[in-house]
């Protein structure tokens, strides 16, 4: 029961869009929605604010907010692993490679699936609540984890490595910061990450950069340099061995 209350909750979140915080979904409508009792739901998440300074409503939105990190941040490290691994599988150059998981990327932040325009309004709605940044901190670490692995898998195949003492992670940062700011661009400008641009080299199949893949390669470029001693030989046969994202 608990589980289709949530599922419903979160469902009527993606559905109302970015706003502040979680303070606009009701249990009433969530549970009819869920097509769960009222009095089940307040069992489940039983309190007063007069008595315990936190009513059944707010614990509800708390677990909503949890569960809202956790399904709205995980699509993405996934996605551009599966992209990637068909890339390197056709022996595509490091800018190919850039270019279409960039687009990848910012298509699953971007698209309705994720809606992380919703998580970027709930990072908001935890400024004041110190039980809630640490939620939202412990699903943004998940993700950026997830996605420092994969990118890792991604120099390491292409025979890359950090260069002046920074690290792979702090390359996700920079990414996903730079795919944060876009993100909010794109209710003033819509489209404007995804801005055909003029890029480097030929591009061997698809369509050309975007403006948001021209600024991810720039990071990669200068965050990264060609690998004093490469573990591996970077070649087509060795990449179908390697095209394989880590778990």
Avoid: K
Wanted: hydrophobic residues 45%; glycine residues 10%.
């Amino acid at each position: 029961m608990r589980r289709r209350i949530i599922e419903a909750g979160l469902a009527e979140l993606q559905e109302r869009g970015l706003r502040p915080g979680v303070g606009h979904i009701r249990l009433t409508e969530v549970t009819e929605r869920a097509e769960v009792s009222l009095a089940i739901a307040y069992r489940i998440w039983g309190g007063s604010r007069t008595r315990d300074g936190l009513g059944g409503q707010d614990r509800f939105h708390r677990d909503l907010v949890a569960e809202a990190f956790r399904a709205l941040l995980t699509d993405y490290p996934t996605a551009v692993a599966g992209e990637a691994a068909q890339v390197l599988a056709a022996d595509a150059p490091i800018e190919d490679l850039i270019r279409v998981t960039a687009a990848t990327l910012y298509r699953a932040l971007s698209g309705d699936g994720t809606n992380i325009g919703i998580v970027l309004g709930l990072y908001g709605s935890t400024l004041s609540d110190p039980e809630l940044s640490a939620v939202a901190a412990t699903a943004h670490e998940q993700a950026v984890d997830d996605f420092t692995g994969i990118v890792g898998w991604i120099l390491d195949r292409y025979g890359r490595e950090m260069a002046n003492g920074l690290s792979v992670r702090d390359l996700v940062v920079a990414i996903t910061a730079l795919a944060a700011g876009f993100l909010i661009r794109h209710g003033v400008e819509p489209g404007i990450a995804l801005r055909p641009v003029p890029g480097p080299g030929s591009p061997s199949s698809g369509s050309g950069w975007t403006l948001f893949g021209f600024c991810t390669w720039a990071l990669v470029d200068r965050f990264t340099r060609p690998a004093a001693h490469l573990v591996e030989p970077v070649t087509h046969a060795a990449r179908p061995r390697s095209a394989v994202p880590p778990p």
